[in-house]
């Protein structure tokens, strides 16, 4: 597997990752809600392992050729970026160090990490065109093995760029409280509203 090929698809890559969306928004109300955004991030890194395995193994050329379970999985993952919105926007304040521990568990916040990004039929759809593509033909390197490889340097790329949002989010916006309110209710709408334009989307495709 060429170096050259990894090196491009990294930059690809990063620029994807850089453009907000639901795992930035996810990130950011991890960074004000809990003292530790490690559970968060996680989850949303467990989800892109997911897809690349799916990927891999074939099977996500099998949901991309098949309009119903396109749509069943669009909408199963729409409606949960609406409903993890609603409750961010109706539940913006940010806890006190006292309280964070109780907000959830660290296994409840992963799996909706994991269920952001691995419910996501963006990426799943944006993982089988793009993974293929930078796929070196010919080589000694099995196409599973390319393409998982390919897909763990997505994952890494996301890590160091979640931890830094989530990050951020925390010592900036937990000194000033009304922005951090402002900034959470601003997650939950964008959530709401990436969930609703996969709906319809899909619906109008």
């Known amino acids: 597997m060429a170096i050259a090929g990894v090196t491009a698809f990294w930059t690809v890559s990063l620029l994807l990752v850089l ?5 930035w928004a996810y990130a950011i109300t991890a960074g004000l809600r809990h003292r530790t955004i490690v559970p968060a991030v996680g989850g949303l890194l467990a989800g892109y392992v997911v897809l690349t395995l799916v990927v891999a193994a074939g099977v996500a050329a099998l949901v991309a050729r098949s309009p119903l379970v396109l749509t069943v ?3 199963v993952g ?3 970026l609406v409903c993890l919105g609603i409750t961010t926007v ?3 304040s940010t ?3 006292a309280e964070e521990e109780s907000a959830g568990s660290w296994l409840g ?3 909706r990490g994991a269920g952001i990004s691995g419910l996501n039929p963006k990426a799943l759809l944006l993982f089988l065109a793009l993974l293929p593509q930078f796929v070196a033909r010919g080589t000694s390197w099995p196409l599973m093995a390319q393409i998982a490889v390919l897909g763990l340097v997505h994952t890494a790329n996301c890590a160091v760029d979640y931890t830094g949002v989530g990050t951020a989010a925390r ?3 937990r000194t000033r409280p009304a922005v951090a309110s402002a900034v959470t209710r601003f997650s ?3 959530m709401i509203v990436i969930g609703v334009l996969l709906l319809v989307e899909r619906l109008l495709a």
Not at 19 to 23: E, F, I, L, Q, S
């Open 19 to 23: 453009v907000p969306g639901a795992d």
């Open 90 to 92: 109706t539940s913006p």
């Open 73 to 75: 999985l669009t909408a």
């Open 188 to 190: 939950g709408a964008a």
């Open 109 to 111: 916040r992963a799996a």
């Open 171 to 173: 010592r900036v916006l």
């Open 78 to 80: 729409a409606v949960y």
């Open 95 to 97: 806890p006190h160090a």
